[in-house]
């Protein structure tokens, strides 16, 4: 690990200089913000250390081979799932298209930086409500073999690749690139394919049935009449038993939207009957309050 004077900090991704070689800042390539928060984050704790390490010794623990990602493989959706028949191939019409599938979401939107900031009491808020959607994320029985649809710049990722093995799925292959960037950085290792987070995969590729399946700001971009079939889409790619961790929006038009994106606020209630029709148990919504809805489920 090599000592950084300015870097963009790997969780919240804020520009930052340092005072001198000394600071550990430099080291971890966190600011001092997320620093302070080591103490109740494992990623940030784990940076710390290494940052402590590699300060006392120079050491550059990112020419190790271990720590490099898969590469970007570029995952190509075949016509209709294996055993599929006519039903599912209906279902899977019915999801978001990829070719009408707007770029993933920038670190920007998430941190409310340059066009997404909406004022020091919205931004605050926003902030104080991610970090509470994050940590409801770490604890969620997550293990196994992961799949993370629309994964994005891998906001979410390391938390995920530190959990099990990730298999992380998007169309934009510039926002995947990122998230290889961030999960090389985090020394963690994942699969990352670019492909249409609904369309079914090639075997090579196909990590179903799955362990565990996260789907953050995803539901958002299904239409009312979708949530069924995205639903059963979900089911489909895990074994029973296997845990499901939703994030998605809730109707705030003064701030919440992504950019570029038609967004659906769905009622937590209308995404829970779904659920439980696709054959999901235990579905449990919650909310953060004013910007964030999260439904924990169970692969019935």
Partial sequence: MTFRPTFSCLWCGRSWSTRGPDDLEGWARLC???LGKAGTNPFLRSRLREGLRARAVGGDPAADPSAAAVPLAAARPVATPPGSGPATAARTAALP????APPALPDDWFLRRGPFERGAIHDTAWAAELDAVTRWLDGRPLTGRIIELAAGTGFFSPLLAERGELYAFDRDEAALALARERLVAHRLRAHLHVADPWAPLP???DPTPADALVAAFLVGRVRGAGLDPAA?????RLRTGAALAMIDLRPDPAGGPPPEVPWTWHDPSAVEAALLRAGFREVEPSVTGRFFLTIGAVAG
């Fill in 32 to 34: 001092s913000e997320c």
């Fill in 97 to 100: 298209s990829a070719a009408a």
């Fill in 203 to 205: 075997p090579a590729a």
């Fill in 232 to 236: 059963v889409s979900l089911r489909e």
